[in-house]
């Protein structure tokens, strides 16, 4: 699968990450790389198998539905770049 | 080396528990070697101050007779467990400035079972590459030299510090973390033992996450034994962990009997790839010829589906990847990289703190994903995944372990392969497919390859069957005899 300039723009914005104009070439020329040697997969009839979920056949563990964990929101917001009343601080969404 | 910094972790801890050396002593001896070990970058953080405070306790807790499983034994940690008060990196720059309020399960367990910390190791960033030429914070350079060649070579990765480390003897044992080779390809590179567990064997609660349905913590040691120790010491159940599995821990040290007579083991034929290097070939044989020589039953086998591993791992752990990055958004840690709104300033923190490779890989991961692709592409490599996992089962009805090469060349220079994200990639071939199926793996140092640098026999097991792997590993440790010593070491550095 050959992926375009038009198409890295595309999934790089879907992935929240800014691209250099210059990036976009050599980036699509490396997915498409990726992508095409990835496309030997096809070549496997996998019809009728089951996609895996778990490596580990164990159902999933559940807890009682308590607050185990908390009261310490400076702990939380401490590593923020900006926080503000033990909330973190971004920049202004809604107008 | 004065002081102990040469001893493995069996020896500093019958040497500890004879009282002919404290634990403040061999913390002093480590961290002298940490810092004369600094040219080659395999620290991104030293805690010699913490060091010293932790042996003293150890000493205080020996003398009160309470002496843990690793009482005063130094350890250097892969910088992608989170450590309290500790700066935590993973090797990227988009956790600048992070440190973590909260400590990994897997190093309380070894803290708890009197462990002493050493410092943080380099990486890959996010642990993604098998070169340790991602970082962040530099390359790492191996201890290792090709004899009359000075260029300096790869340690492997991504667990590239810690394999670096314990080989340069900066520290007797590391932890790492493996999601499709990272802590047994850069043992091999290294010379060292680097130990996978099952998938579920050890907490990843408070380990940076990769991909979550491969990722798993492990040791990196100079002996098989001291992997068994180690691992003994960071395994178990954590219920912070959904997927860490409730099953007791073995006394892994225990099953190193050197007896596998009758064993059978199994030799696939799919590893047998165009192109390996005939010494690799050559070791391969070796490594069978000494284990049928102790007793086991070599028997070929067929793991049909092997060739689609890695491709299927190439779609599986970008997806995952590019799910478990999303947290990185300037918002709560890490970096910020200002912009005129929300959504300029998640990009601009990204794209500034995401490397070339990580990028790759998020956005393959975005693009496989994304809505019309989601099928062609994960779901396919989900079923392919299957099959894999299918190909072990079945083999393992008819042999008890399975013997391989662990990586298909030796270490290579800084600098090689880098303008081919595929054929790095391909390094783990061999790896991988373990990886998929969820299965414990061991790389064994033994043997030098044609250049002079040291190579890795690989053991895949049972699930949750360690140790049928470490008493074979230590049979084929006894076997080989490995003692070829870095250069770096050699010269003392």
Known sequence: ?95 | MAGGADLTIAEARDALAKGEVSARELAGAQIAAVEAARPLNAFITETPDQALEMAEASDARRRAGEAGLLEGIPLAIKDLFCTEGVPTTAGSHILDGFTPPYESTVTANLWRNGAVMLGKTNLDEFAMGSSNTTSYHGAVESPWRRPGDNRPLVPGGSSGGSAAAVAARAAPGATGTDTGGSIRQPAAFCGIVGMKPTYGRCSRWGVVAFASSLDQPGPLTRTVRDAAIMLGAMAGHDPKDSTSVDTPVPDYEAALSGDIRGLKIGIPKEYRLDGTPPEIEALWQQGIDWLRHAGAEIRDISLPHTSYALPAYYIIAPAEASSNLARYDGVRYGLRVPGADLTEMYENTRGEGFGAEVKRRVLIGTYVLSAGYYDAYYNKARRVRSLILRDFTEAFETVDAILTPTAPSEAFAVGEKMDDPIAMYLNDVFTVPASLAGLPAISVPAGLGASGLPLGLHLIGRAFDEETLFRTAGVLEAAAGFDAVPQFVADGR
């Open chain 1, 1 to 95: 699968m050959a992926v375009d300039r038009a198409t890295v723009a595309r999934i790089a914005k879907l992935a929240r990450i800014r691209l250099p104009e210059q990036d976009l070439d050599p980036l699509a020329g490396e997915l498409s790389n990726i992508l095409t040697w990835i496309e030997q997969l096809s070549e496997l009839d996998t019809e009728g198998v089951a996609p895996m979920t778990s490596v580990v056949a164990v159902a999933l563990p559940k807890r009682a539905d308590e607050v185990t964990d908390g009261g310490y929101p400076a702990k939380v917001v401490g590593n923020a770049p900006e926080s503000a009343h033990d909330f973190f601080a971004v920049p202004k969404v809604v107008e």
